[in-house]
Every structure is written in structure tokens, then in C-alpha cells.
């Protein structure tokens, strides 16, 4: 893979639910807006299962696992260990990413019980709104205004997730994939975990900048790092192949 295509993943990752910034689609947008709601959909069982392929059996198998219907995410297995497996779609990247609408993504996610308490819940009422109808700047409004009214959780210590599907499509551009693993943190400074530095495998992506970065239309939303580690193997045990960055 090379450095560009993985750069470009990095970026997009995360699908995870990021709040990077916003809100306008870039006149360059390859979707200028959101396709017929079919297309995001799959088949039950197909998404099942890639859901699954997140994370290791070991892990997935006493999964909760939800899946994407008309109105939102609903749950199609109930675990027992408190991990969520859910294929996020391309709204759960940056607001202002040019493929944002993009129906192909389907990135196989499958979160830690801190994460799915604290982080999944702002997820699930962003693929809501979608699902709804509502335009990206709806959505931003909606999500600072159940922050400020603490109807959404602060992050939890330890939150973390598993992408380590080699079945997941995250971006048009590149490899179109990465195993890897993300921590989620409120370190304002990323390079406290030594991301970006010669030689490290750590990389990240800002949930949201410091507070006197923050542009006005996105206040309100928590301060968040989303640090990225990629991992040898996918989920089945097979070589995910060496990353470069």
C-alpha cells in the first residue's frame, strides 16, 4: 500500500464517528448528496457477518451486533460480553469529507464496552438523522445540543475499537482498507502517544481540535484524539500486509 492510499485511509477512518470539520460539501464532491437510501442497505445476514469480521472470533462471536434499517441502526443479535459490531457508512466520517455520501463504504467496526457506551450512542443519533433526512448541518446541531444538554456521555477511559475486517471497503481512494486498531482519548496533544513520529506506528485523527481552535460551529462538541494503530493480521488470522506511513 502506499504512502498516499494510507494516508488518505488514515483520514477517513473512522468512520469512526469523528466530528472533524465541516459542514459545507467541497464543490469537488464526487456525491454532492445522499443516494437512494437503498443503496446504503444491505442484506441481514451479509451484514452480520461482516460485522463480525471487525474482530477476532474470540471477541465478535459474543458480540451485540446491529444493522442498518430505514430508520437507523437496530440490534440484530444481543451479546453477552459488551462489545458492539456494527458497518458504519461514510456519514460517520468528517462533515466535510467528498465522500460523505458515499454508498459503497462499509467499514466492519466492533467496539469495547467503553466505547460503546460513550462513543457508539453520538452514532447512533447521527445514522438516525440520516436516515431521517436531515443535511449535515442539522446533524452538527443536533449532536452539540445533546452534548451541552448531557443527553450523550462524556468519553469513558479505555475506549477503543477493532478494524481488522479484510472484507471492509473505507474509501473510493487507494487500498481502500487497513487493519487496524483505534484508541479513543481527550489527550489534547497527540504526540503524548508519539503519533507522527519517525518510525512509530501510531497515527491519529482529531475528534475535535483544542478549544481555541475550535471554530464556532462546532462548540460544543467533546475534545477527542482517535489514535490509529495498524495491525499484521486481519481478523481470520491472515497478513494484513506492511503499512508504511
Known amino acids: 500500500m502506499s504512502s498516499r492510499s494510507l494516508i488518505t485511509i488514515v483520514f477517513v477512518l473512522a468512520i469512526s ?35 463480525r469480521s471487525a474482530a477476532p472470533d474470540s471477541i465478535s462471536r459474543d458480540a451485540t451486533i446491529l444493522v442498518l434499517g430505514r430508520q437507523g ?11 458492539v459490531c456494527i458497518v458504519e457508512r461514510s456519514w460517520m466520517a468528517s462533515f466535510d469529507w ?26 447512533l443519533l447521527r445514522s438516525r438523522m ?16 445533546a452534548y451541552e444538554k448531557k443527553q450523550l456521555p462524556s468519553l469513558e477511559s ?5 478494524m481488522m475486517s479484510n472484507s471492509a471497503y473505507l474509501t473510493d481512494e487507494g487500498g481502500h482498507n487497513l487493519a487496524h486498531l483505534m484508541f479513543f482519548s481527550g489527550v489534547a496533544d497527540a504526540k503524548d502517544w508519539g503519533s507522527g513520529a519517525a518510525g512509530s506506528p501510531v497515527m491519529s485523527i482529531p475528534y475535535w481540535f483544542s478549544t481555541s481552535k475550535e471554530p464556532s460551529e462546532m462548540k460544543g462538541l467533546p475534545p477527542i484524539v ?18 508504511s506511513h
Not at 456525491?31 to 446504503?40: E, F, T
Not at 479505555?158 to 477493532?162: E, I, K, L, S, V
Not at 482517535?226 to 503499512?243: E, K, M, Q
Open 17 to 51: 464517528i469523528g466530528f472533524l470539520v465541516p459542514i459545507a460539501p467541497a464543490q469537488s464532491d464526487p456525491y454532492p448528496k445522499m443516494a437512494p437510501v437503498d443503496q446504503y442497505l444491505m442484506e441481514k445476514n451479509a451484514e452480520i457477518q461482516l460485522a
Open 73 to 83: 441502526y437496530e440490534t440484530a443479535v444481543e451479546g453477552k460480553n459488551g462489545f
Open 98 to 123: 467528498p465522500e460523505f455520501w458515499n454508498p459503497n463504504v462499509r467499514g466492519a467496526d466492533c467496539l469495547n464496552p467503553q466505547a460503546a457506551r460513550s462513543i457508539l450512542p453520538g452514532a
Open 130 to 145: 440520516v436516515m431521517a433526512g436531515r443535511s449535515r448541518a442539522e446533524i452538527v446541531s443536533a449532536l452539540k445540543t
Open 158 to 162: 479505555g475506549a477503543m475499537a477493532y
Open 226 to 243: 482517535i489514535f490509529l494503530v495498524p495491525v499484521a493480521d486481519w481478523s481470520d488470522g491472515t497478513p494484513a500486509g506492511i503499512h
